[in-house]
């Protein structure tokens, strides 16, 4: 959904032009999120809303790529897969404290964004890409579950 569906929803300015949600108050005074987000809500002192992230790019892709990787498109169209410089999931992966091997660097559902990726660090800090849509039925996490010999030993 839309930001302004769930972090900056906009009560003040005319139904045709807002979403169908309503504010409901947080644990921090003067912070308003979704009523769809009351869970949510009751966090809001543990965690940080940033509203000042801004670009001067063209269109959402454009700005999605520069957002991620703080680097605009090589490309001469203006959008170009970013297969040069890492992304934000990359970055902090490449950061953090070594050792979590088991665990993915970050994970992208259904994908990856087109222009993330680990970019000049290589393939070790590629995401975890779902591939699949949540909202089906048959919805399922590939490569996620004991191998069939290991469950037959159970």
């Given at each position: ?51 000042s992230c801004t670009h001067t790019a063209a269109d959402h892709a ?93």
């Open positions: 959904p839309s930001h302004l569906d769930t972090y900056d929803l906009k009560p003040e300015v005319p139904s045709e032009f807002r979403g169908p949600f309503r504010p409901i108050p947080t644990r921090v005074p003067g912070l308003d999120i979704c009523e769809r987000l009351p869970r949510h809500a009751g966090l809001a002192d543990k965690f940080t809303l940033i509203r454009m700005g999605a790529q520069y957002m991620l990787s703080g680097r605009t498109s090589p490309g001469p169209n203006g959008l170009e897969p970013n297969k040069r410089f890492p992304d934000l999931g990359t970055i902090i992966k490449w950061t953090g404290p070594p050792g979590r091997h088991g665990l993915p660097n970050y994970v992208g559902v259904p994908r990856r964004h087109e222009s993330a990726g680990p970019g000049y660090l290589g393939t070790a800090y590629e995401p975890f890409e779902v591939r699949a849509n949540p909202n089906k039925p048959e919805f399922q996490v590939p490569n996620l579950g004991l191998p069939s010999s290991r469950i037959v030993r159970l």
